[in-house]
């Protein structure tokens, strides 16, 4: 993993078997609205193998943002639709997810490319909270 300059902000540079963990946190738990963003460029699709995604982000199961092996962006359960994702160009991709609308939208720079019915709540169980 490195750390390399973007558009005059910092970016991370990954490999497939790389991973940036972070503590869990109370300020991650979403009680009813959460947005998932960022840029990405990938060298290459995510191959076909095991669960065909690459993780972006997720977040112990509650709310995440994948990236498939037919270049689809996977939020929480939602799927963008195939060949979305190209290699070599950076996308802006984002996951918004609404309690109070009961939604998961899905968005590839700026257009949404659909989404449906929030499949769980956003509401973390208590197993799955950070410690006070």
């Not at 802006?92 to 309690?99: F, I, L, N, Q």
Request: net charge negative.
């Amino acid at each position: 993993m490195k750390l390399r300059e973007f558009f005059d902000r910092d970016a991370i540079d990954l490999d497939l078997a790389s991973e940036v963990i972070v503590d869990e946190s109370a300020s991650l738990d979403a009680d009813t609205e959460v947005t998932i963003e960022g840029w990405i460029q990938l060298d290459a699709i995510p191959g076909g193998g095991g669960s065909g995604r690459v993780g972006v982000f997720d977040n112990n199961g509650q709310y995440s943002l994948f990236i498939g092996f037919q270049g689809d962006v996977r939020c929480s359960g939602h799927d963008s639709g195939n060949g979305l994702i190209t290699t070599g160009a950076w996308i802006h991709v984002a996951c918004v997810h609404s309690e109070t609308l009961g939604t998961t939208e899905i968005y590839i720079n700026g257009v949404d490319q659909g989404g449906g019915a929030l499949i769980a709540p956003l509401s973390t169980p208590a197993a799955h909270r950070a410690p006070p």
